[in-house]
Structures are given as structure tokens and as C-alpha cells.
């Protein structure tokens, strides 16, 4: 059966100040209410005052997203009552948005490429935040901070062309990607993406979830969605149209209280902001490289394959960092970071810029020049990942293989070692006399005991099949 | 013209509780409003009003916030900073 979804995707822009009004939008460790004045909070006789930073970031979204712009747009008030939104109503656009009919292309199920339609983007204000306190005194009541009230937002609407959950999880991706390569949002602040999402059966009544937050959250609420849609088909019941909520604690869609009829918002003109005609400004719009032309540029300048390529510019502070430690061996270089220092990274639930590209550059130096072996650079990864998971300063990769002694056994050593081994072990030189194939391996793994890991067993093992091919001859 | 259904459900839509007999009433002085706005459309001078007058902007410079004491000085009750309000959903 076939899945049709389409996406509403509100962004936070990364600017200092509301859409409205001077109050900070950098609120984080602030108590409540504390970034509020007489616009954000409503007061009779306030005006709003339009940042005129949210707009050009705004226009570099709709640029990159191959978007149209308007000659002229405006804003309008969206009408209900609600305790997050003081003024009784949201400034918003409604009729005639900041651009209109873009294209994002993705990659289909299938790993072809398909083109995800745009239908517009508009510039909203958000509303403020609930909190619902739990405990018997409290039932009756929310409790409101308007911190958030006016934080800039663009909605970004997509035509029902999604096929998938994971689709709608590719388009996201390569969305918040794109946001953050245009540098007008971050991803990592709380409540920097919301998501509504339209999904239908063909054939069947079309339900609208609302305010998933998380880009997890979207796959799961589509893919529980379509088997509640299915089950219910497969039942012969038809499809409710409704609003459904979904729980992401729970992993699923709640139908929401009857709001069945369409409510009438009675949008109309906001009186209190003039239009916009800023069409002419995408001429003094520069975009930054993005991720598509990143990617073709890393396979061809660092001759990385396509996947590793993918990987590192799927996050834009990861293609930083991959471009500062590429250096002299830039294929080496690809695969630490991509194969080995991800995974670490994700092990410890540790951030990319938490890892200085200084030391990781050391770090490749002794791998590059064969002074450790690919076990014992991994050794060191892991101590100096861990000292900085635990709020130390890191350590120099060279300073913690020196201090561990993890430096590759000179040639000396390692004959040393295999001579030492081989006379240990009479009984595995004679088993490798009578043709036993297991007894060399014995003896490499004994030797690699012996040098806990600094030496490759591929060395040894070449040095002790000498050994023992002389001592038969 | 509006009828009385329609006041009906703007004053729903508004949150103002109205009673029956008063619909008529409203009823009457909402169309007596909106006539004022034909009296309007029929003046020349009204035009487009003023085209010109477009981008009024704002630069994203950080003015101070209200001290949380005034924020909160209107409000019928709080917890913490938190402004406290009818339980919704
Ligand atoms: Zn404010």
C-alpha cells in the first residue's frame, strides 16, 4: 500500500534577538521569564519591531532551497487562545508567504535520487512554554514561561512526494544539514526543530501528527502511524481525518480531544508591520558551499571514497574537522575519523568539538609513520576520549603512547622476542615441522602476548616463520 | 450582512460569553459597523494607502528584558518565575 507524507518543518533561526522585539534569545540557563518585555509579554499599546536578521536568514534558507521569492509579502495574525500565546494570536504569514515552490533532492529508498517539492516558507513567531507539573495540589494548573515567546521561526512546507519514514528521515537530515551549513540555525539548541507530518494510505483519509521534536522522533511516529492506519484497514474500518499527538516517551500517536471541524483562525493582515520587499536581496546572498558540492569536492580533492565522503559532510562540524586533520594522508585521515573516531565518539555520547583537531592530527602522525600499531593509536584514542568524557584535559595521543609504552617494537625487540618464543615452545616448532598449520599462529599470538600489541602480527609472524625455517635448514 | 449565527460564532471564537437575547442586538451593530467600511470604500482618497512604506526593520542588537519582578507584578498567580495558569490538554 502505498505511504504519502508531507512535512511541516518549524526551524529556530539562530539569531541574538526575538522576531519582535531586543529580548535575547539565549535563555538556556535563565529562569523563567526572564527574556521577556512589554512586545514578547503583550502589554496593551506594544508594538512588534521586525529583526531584519531573521529576514536574510529567512531568504538564504529559500535561496539554497531553490526557492521563489515574493516581490512583496506580509504578515498576518492567526486568531485563538491558548495560555502560551499572550497576545491572542500569533504573528505569522499566511496568504502571501516570504517564497514559494522550491526542490531539495534526497536520496529514494532505492538510493537513486529523488526531488522532495518545496511549497513554501514563511517567518513566524513561536509561542511560549508549558509546563505541566504532575502531583495532586497541581492537577488544575500549567505553568507558563514566555522566555520563548517571539523566538524567530520558519516554517518550511513540503508537498506530500515522501514515500517513507526513513525518506522523511533522509529529507530532515539533509534539511537540518543544509540549515547549518547556511549557518542560520542550531541544531543541538532544545526546541530547535518541530515537526508536524501529514500521512495517508493512497486511497484513504489523511491524519495530520503534530509536534514531534526530535528527527528519531519523525521516523517513529510515521512508522507507527502507517501500521495503525494499515491495522485499522486490514479491520475495515475507514480512517478517522484528525489531529494526532505524538508521544515520544511512548513511541506513539494519540488522537487529540475533538477538534474535528476546521478551526477558524480568522487570519487577517497584521496592521502593525509593514510588508516586506526584499526580493533583491538574494543578489547580496552568498551561499556557502553545501553539503552535495562538499561532498563531490572531498571525493575529489581527497580522493575518499563516496561513503566516507557522505559520512563526513552529513555534519557540518565533522567536515570541519575532517578538513583540519586531513593533512598528508587524507584517505588515512578519512577512515579514523569516519570508521573509528565516530564510533568512539557515539560510545561516549561526546560531541565533535569536543575533540581537539590538534591532537587527533598527532594522533594520525604516529599511525601515518608506523610508529604504533592501528590497536594501539585505538588505545589511545580511548584514554584521551575518555579523560575529556570525564572533564580532564586531554592528553596528547604521543604523550599517552609514551607513557603506556605503546610504541611499535624496534627490530631488535621483535627479534628478541620471536627467537625467545620460539625456544619456549618445542613442542609448536615441531608441529610446525610436521606441517600443523595452527602452530605458527600459536606462536605469533604468544609473541604478540609477549609485546602487548605493539608489534603487527604480520612482522612477527614473518620473523618467526624465518626463525623456524632456519632452524630446520 | 451578518447574521445572527455568525455573531454567535465570532463571540465563541472570541471567548465572550453573550446571551441569547443579546444577539440581536450585536447583530444589529455589527452590520451597522460594517456599513461604515462601504462609506469607506467609496472614498477616493483611500487609495492603496501608502505603497511606498515598506521594510521597517529592526537590527539584531539585544535590548534589556523587563526585571522578572514586573514581569510577573499583573499576574493572578505564580510558582517560582513561572506565570501560573488554567490547566490545558
Ligand atoms: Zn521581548
Given amino acids: ?146 522566555n520563548r515567546s517571539g523566538i524567530p521561526l520558519i516554517e518550511i512546507v513540503t508537498e506530500p512526494d515522501l514515500r517513507s519514514p526513513k525518506e522523511a528521515r533522509r529529507f530532515l537530515n539533509k534539511l537540518r544539514n543544509t540549515l547549518e551549513y547556511l549557518e542560520v540555525f542550531d541544531g543541538e539548541r532544545e526546541g530547535a526543530i518541530r515537526v508536524d507530518a501529514n500521512i495517508s494510505l493512497v486511497g484513504h483519509n489523511r491524519v495530520e501528527c503534530k509536534n514531534i521534536s526530535s528527527y528519531k ?4 511516529a510515521l512508522t507507527f502511524e502507517i501500521t495503525r492506519q494499515k491495522n485499522q484497514i486490514a479491520r475495515g474500518h475507514e480512517i478517522t481525518r484528525e489531529t494526532r499527538h505524538f508521544n515520544e516517551g511512548r513511541g506513539i500517536t494519540m488522537s487529540s480531544r475533538s477538534k474535528e471541524e476546521e478551526t477558524d483562525y480568522r487570519y487577517f493582515p497584521e496592521p502593525d508591520l509593514r510588508p516586506l520587499r526584499v526580493r533583491d536581496w538574494l543578489d547580496d546572498i552568498t551561499l556557502p558551499e553545501l553539503p552535495d558540492a562538499r561532498k563531490a569536492r ?27 586533520v586531513a593533512g598528508d594522508d587524507p584517505v588515512l585521515a578519512a577512515t579514523w575519523v569516519a570508521d573509528t573516531l565516530l564510533g568512539e565518539l557515539n560510545y561516549r555520547d561526546m560531541k565533535i568539538d569536543r575533540v581537539p583537531p590538534a591532537h587527533f592530527a598527532d594522533l594520525l602522525a604516529l599511525v601515518r609513520v608506523d610508529a604504533i600499531t592501528d590497536r594501539s593509536g585505538v588505545d589511545a584514542l580511548r584514554t584521551m576520549l575518555d579523560e575529556g568524557a570525564a572533564g580532564e584535559e586531554m592528553e596528547l595521543p604521543s604523550a ?17 622476542v620471536a627467537a625467545q618464543v620460539v625456544e619456549a615452545h618445542p613442542d609448536a616448532v615441531a608441529d610446525y615441522h610436521n606441517g600443523k598449520g595452527g602452530a605458527l599462529n600459536f606462536l605469533v599470538g604468544q609473541a604478540m602476548r609477549e609485546t602487548r600489541g605493539r608489534a603487527d602480527a604480520r612482522d612477527l609472524g614473518r620473523r618467526i616463520k624465518e626463525l623456524l625455517e632456519n632452524k630446520e635448514a | ?49 501608502r505603497a511606498d512604506l515598506v521594510n521597517v526593520f529592526r537590527e539584531d542588537e539585544v535590548r534589556p528584558s523587563l526585571p522578572v519582578e514586573d514581569v510577573l507584578a499583573n499576574a493572578g498567580s505564580t510558582e517560582e518565575t513561572f506565570i501560573k495558569g488554567p490547566r490545558v490538554m
Wanted: proline share 4%; net charge negative; hydrophobic share 35%.
Fill in chain 1, 1 to 146: 500500500m502505498k505511504v504519502i507524507i508531507g512535512l511541516e518543518i518549524h526551524c529556530q533561526l539562530n539569531t541574538d534577538t526575538k522576531l519582535f522585539c531586543g529580548c535575547s534569545t539565549d535563555y538556556r540557563d535563565d529562569p523563567p521569564n526572564t527574556h521577556v518585555c512589554p512586545v514578547c509579554l503583550a502589554l496593551p499599546g506594544a508594538l512588534p519591531r521586525l529583526n531584519t536578521k531573521a529576514v536574510e536568514y529567512a531568504l538564504r534558507v529559500a535561496k539554497a532551497l531553490n526557492l521563489e521569492v515574493a516581490e512583496e509579502c506580509e504578515f498576518s495574525r492567526k486568531n485563538y487562545f491558548y495560555p502560551d500565546l499572550p497576545k491572542g494570536y500569533q504573528i505569522t504569514q499566511y496568504d502571501r508567504p516570504l517564497a514559494e515552490r522550491g526542490v531539495v533532492e534526497i536520496e529514494a529508498d532505492d538510493g537513486t535520487p529523488k526531488e522532495v517539492r518545496i511549497t513554501r516558507i514563511h517567518l513566524e513567531e513561536d509561542p511560549g512554554r508549558l509546563v505541566h507539573r504532575s502531583g495532586r495540589d497541581r492537577a488544575g494548573y500549567s505553568l507558563v514561561d514566555y
Fill in chain 2, 1 to 49: 450582512m451578518i447574521s445572527e449565527r455568525e455573531v454567535e460564532s465570532i463571540a465563541k471564537l472570541a471567548d465572550i460569553r453573550i446571551q441569547k437575547e443579546e444577539l440581536g442586538e450585536f447583530t444589529v451593530q455589527f452590520n451597522a459597523i460594517l456599513e461604515y467600511f462601504d462609506v469607506l470604500d467609496r472614498v477616493e482618497a483611500a487609495g492603496e494607502g
Fill in chain 1, 298 to 324: 572531498f571525493v575529489a580533492q581527497y580522493g575518499i571514497s563516496h561513503n566516507h565522503a557522505r559520512t563526513l559532510t552529513g555534519d557540518m562540524k565533522l567536515a570541519n574537522f575532517y578538513e583540519k
Fill in chain 1, 217 to 220: 522522533g519523525v521516523e517513529k
Fill in chain 1, 400 to 416: 599517552v603512547v609514551d607513557r603506556f609504552g605503546l610504541r611499535k617494537a624496534a627490530g631488535d625487540e621483535f627479534d628478541e
